[in-house]
């Protein structure tokens, strides 16, 4: 009785064994299909207000991978708003770049406004031997005003930059001037939608400066400013003596003429 028991207990456990192996083989092939399909999305974006900017977006499939039908697209933005399909907040600002059938899953969003500052999400329900889904890593969309570079209206000694740009700490902006970083203030106005950033430096010497807007260590815009002041124009006063002088010249040998004329006649 005892060896039947034995021998049952083996059996199980052998059973259970090959039923974890099997489970672990099926994961790894489901695994590894899916690393064969990826979606790429750059970390951060620029887009100037009231312009059109697109969201890039791109399936990569290996070459043993075919797709069943083609993927169901969806993107978020902040994840939890309807980007594409649209919602009522992106209704009629929101078109695909590309044919459905195409890999690039980019999409072009019209008339950005401060609001659409934020991460955007592509997302992907695909179907190749399985079906699953594969997203992005997030899309930072940094939306800007003009940027504003030039001798400042009060102080013709003074050089300022302004550009209004979506709130974020890690943004910050700089004048550079010969390897020397003047950094702004952070933004004294925190009720807008938009961070008002500015930069006031006074001018020493001539040559090129650049106002620059990052992001951490990433450069978003730049504008440059080359200043080359006029060297000063020295005036020297009138030579009245000189004027005087050439004056008195032909005078007095018109004198010495006249007087020894006067002498000879004598």
Known sequence: MFKILLSELRHSSVLMKWRWTQWM????????????????QPAWLTAALGHDV??????????NEKMQATPVLYWKYNSSVDVYPPSDQYE?????????????KSILLKNVQWTDSGKYMCKLSIMTKTSFRKKGNETLLIVHDN???NLSGHN?????CEVNV???????????????KFQNERDPVPTLPYAMLSETISLKSKGKYECQLHLNEDLIMKSIFHWNPLEPVV?????????????LVPTIILLCLATATLLARC
């Open 166 to 180: 979506t709130r974020d700490p890690r943004i910050a902006l700089s004048i550079v001037q010969d390897g020397c």
């Open 235 to 247: 005036v020297y006063p009138e030579p009245w003596f000189l004027y005087v002088a050439l004056l």
């Open 156 to 160: 013709d000694s003074q050089l300022q």
């Open 147 to 149: 940027m504003l570079f």
């Open 92 to 104: 009629g600002r929101v078109n695909l770049v590309d044919d459905v059938n195409s890999t690039d």
């Open 54 to 63: 697109i969201m890039p977006c791109k399936l990569n499939l290996s070459h």
């Open 25 to 40: 083989f099926f994961n790894f092939m489901v695994s590894g299909t899916r690393s064969l399909v990826t979606v790429q």
